[in-house]
């Protein structure tokens, strides 16, 4: 099985050669985000190399330079963390430095600069033949940084990571990062190590940590940052005040000097120490943490893990403002958490990642929330399918390979993952936590419990994983609908457009669109043999919060024998215009260019009366479960079905519930064709109890019901009375027949 990793690519040909020599000769290339480009500049020595892409955002990396090399055999060439020379492994402290001769400092002169230049600028090394760059903050995670397991390995998924977090550094449009991750990734070891990295270069600085709960923030303090610093070499740890391993706060400060009587009567001059005058804590969890207060960087852990009464978004609105003064950001926020069930904390962070994407961005260049979301896949970072590069085993490979940790990898990591989920899919349940643990995509990773759902959510993530796996948002076009020339109610045409409000999959042949039939001055749909569509519509344009819910449109076709899909839903359209006229435009058009009928919700009306002010009442469906002559007044007039009655609610519901068992999901070797994720989502959260929140399946469910709507037809209740001839019976037994009465 061969497989293509999506998460970063090289952006090419983005510079003029000539451009770029120059630039570098004079060094000219400044740290941060470049507008004439659009991509972030991480390089400190204002030269710069290679252009990669991860998640959206372009950043520019260093120029080559002295790229360290273990080894002249290729396959000997890894990252190897550097010996720390025993000679000053015995010096704990700048005074035990300050009391050797001159002649030792010179010999470890160059040696601690350059590790303060690797730690500011970043590091060169060859892996497996490839020069290979990494930040200054992945140095000294790398390096100097004590983990659980002692130090950590080298990962090209941490590599990634590090260069997205020093791009969302140098930008200052950011407040940083929010990286939506899977278990087991390092995350909370590699956000302690850059605390402590920081801290330990900042004056008057204050960092933070939060977690979901107060007792994991101050275990993350107490188990990764305190030891982290602790085991720091000399030469980078600053003068610390109160105990070696505080539990609330580490303080880089000076400590008070104590006055003794000796000293006062020998008039002992106390010699005047420097100290940063900068902390680490922790704060308990809370909407309000660190409000009023002002930080360099904040460590945010399990933010997708916040329960009720506490909510990540409220908590993020207070913090941003701890990381800016004014306009101007001075401090980041480095957020990561796998995500809990969405009614479990996993929704507020869900809605925090996608308000990060960096393809998104207000006026003033900001994301909605600030912050630039990443999503590394699982097979990126599972233990146990690193070789000794620290690379991914994504396939099979054909010779078993030598992990990292000396363990020979026979199966790649997406078999195996494969072969997890196969086990698991008669445990919905277990599934998807396996999921929100262990994602491949971002729809893995905020997959939700299966107790509440009224569907086969078997079928239904079956069919979202296939669309997915094989890529099959190329069967769909997003585009619009606009009358030709203009001119209304004459013939539609539909227009690709990626930011069109519509997404098809089937379009009609030439012959069979706009085949709408003049009778009697009136107007019906040529084509309700193929297909018809189902609305969720709306009536007022706006709403007092702005959050008013969609208007829904689908389309689905008929089994028949036309050239067109059988049992397919070819339209979706999920989205709230400016006005709702608009929207009423939209759906006509759709109506009339496919030729088919609708059947809406008449609760909400404007959208039927507008159809019958232009002529196209016959498009609309009169409610399939009463007889023409039991309609009341307005049904008639303008058609569609109620959404109060508890008969229908049953009916839509089981509708859906129908075509999900018959039509979605595998059947033998072969997956479904509903392509539209959106509406396999919707369906997979549909409450029946609270409809309102689900546009998509009220729509679809009417689509279905529109094209299945003989099964609706009231069954008339016939008596049948005995018809009398005249004629009587008789009972013939004994000698003399007696009448029957």
């Known amino acids: 099985m061969s497989y293509t990793q999506t998460l970063w690519k090289e952006v090419k040909d983005i510079i003029n050669p000539k451009i770029l020599s120059k630039q570098n000769r004079l060094k000219k290339w400044e740290y941060g985000y470049n507008s004439e480009y659009d991509f972030i ?112 390995d080298y990962r090209e998924a941490n590599r990634l990571f590090f260069i997205f977090w020093e791009a969302c550094k140098a930008d200052t449009r950011c407040y940083g990062m929010c990286y939506l991750k899977n278990r087991r990734s390092g995350f909370s070891f590699m956000s302690s190590a850059e605390l402590v990295n920081q801290a330990t270069i900042s004056s008057d600085a204050r960092f933070g940590i939060l977690s979901k709960t107060g007792a994991d923030a101050k275990k993350m303090f107490t188990d990764k940052v305190v030891p982290i610093s602790v085991n720091y070499p000399f030469f980078f740890k600053p003068i610390q005040d109160g105990m070696d391993r505080p539990k609330t706060e580490l303080a880089y400060r000076v400590p008070a000097s104590k006055l003794t009587r000796r000293k006062l009567d020998d008039n002992v001059k106390l010699e005047e120490l420097q100290g940063l005058d900068t902390t680490i804590d922790w704060k308990n969890t809370g909407d309000n943490s660190y409000d009023g207060e002002k930080l360099k960087i904040l460590a945010h852990d399990e933010s997708g893990k916040w329960e009720r009464p506490d909510n990540i978004l409220n908590n993020w609105r207070v913090t941003k403002t701890t990381l800016r003064l004014g306009r101007r950001i001075v401090g980041k926020c480095m957020m990561g958490s796998t995500s809990n069930a969405l009614d479990k904390g996993g929704n507020n962070f869900k809605k925090l990642y996608n308000s990060s994407d960096v393809t998104k961005r207000n006026r003033n260049g900001q994301t909605a929330s600030g912050l630039y979301s990443l999503f590394i896949p699982m097979e990126w970072n599972y233990e146990g399918f690193m070789d000794t590069f620290g690379l991914p085993v994504f396939t099979t490979p054909k010779d078993k390979i030598i992990g990292i940790d000396n363990i020979p990898i026979e199966t790649g990591v997406i078999e195996h993952w494969e072969n997890e989920v196969e086990g698991l899919k008669e445990d919905q349940d277990s599934l998807n936590e396996y999921y929100r643990q262990f994602p491949r995509t971002e729809k893995h990773a905020f997959r939700d419990e299966a107790k509440q759902s009224l569907f086969n959510l078997v079928k239904i993530y079956e069919q979202i994983d296939y669309n997915e796996d094989f890529n099959n948002n190329v069967k769909v076009t997003t585009g619009s609908f606009g009358w030709e020339n203009g001119v209304k109610d004459t013939r539609v045409l539909f227009f690709p457009n990626n930011n069109g ?116 009442r016959d498009f609309s469906i009169n409610r399939p479960d009463k007889v023409y002559n039991k309609l009341s007044i307005t049904e008639k007039e303008i058609g569609g079905i109620p959404n109060s009655s508890e008969d229908i609610k049953q009916a839509h519901a089981a509708a859906v519930e129908s075509y999900i068992e018959t039509y979605i999901g595998y059947k033998t070797e072969n997956c479904g064709d509903m392509y539209f994720q959106k509406t396999l989502e919707d369906w997979a959260k549909f409450s029946i109890n609270n409809r309102t929140k689900h546009d998509a399946t009220i729509s679809s469910g009417l689509a279905i019901m529109a094209c299945n709507r003989h099964n609706y037809r009231p069954v008339s209740n016939i008596k049948i009375k005995p018809l009398s001839l005249g004629m009587k019976k008789y009972n013939n037994e004994g000698s003399i027949s007696q009448i029957i009465k």
């Open 41 to 152: 500049v991480i390089s400190k020595t204002g030269k710069i190399g290679q252009v990669i892409e991860i998640q959206n955002l372009r950043i520019a990396l260093p120029a080559e330079h002295e790229c360290f090399k273990r080894s002249e055999i290729k396959e000997k060439q890894y990252w190897e963390k550097q010996e720390y020379p025993k000679e000053l492994a015995r010096i704990k402290s700048r005074f035990d430095w300050n009391e050797y001769p001159t002649e030792f400092k010179e010999k470890w002169f160059d040696y601690i600069d350059e590790e303060f230049q690797r730690r500011s600028d970043g590091y060169w090394f060859f892996n497996n033949g490839e020069p290979t760059y990494i930040t200054g903050t992945h140095y000294m995670y790398l390096q100097w940084s004590k983990i659980d397991v002692g130090s950590a």
């Open 501 to 616: 409000r519509f997404k098809v999959t089937w379009l009609p042949n030439l012959s069979s669109q706009n085949n709408v039939i003049l009778k009697n001055g009136k107007k019906y749909p040529g084509n309700e043999h193929i297909g018809a569509f189902g609305c969720d519509s709306y009536d007022i344009s706006g709403t007092v919060d702005g959050k008013g819910s969609n208007g829904a449109l689908h389309g689905l076709t008929k089994f028949s024998m036309e050239d067109a899909p059988p049992n397919h839903f070819f339209l979706e359209y999920i989205a709230r215009p400016e006005t709702a006229e608009i929207f009423f435009e939209d759906v006509l058009m759709a109506c009339v260019f496919y030729g088919m009928p609708i059947l809406a919700e008449n609760n909400k009306p404007r959208l039927l009366y507008y159809f019958k002010r232009r002529g196209y």
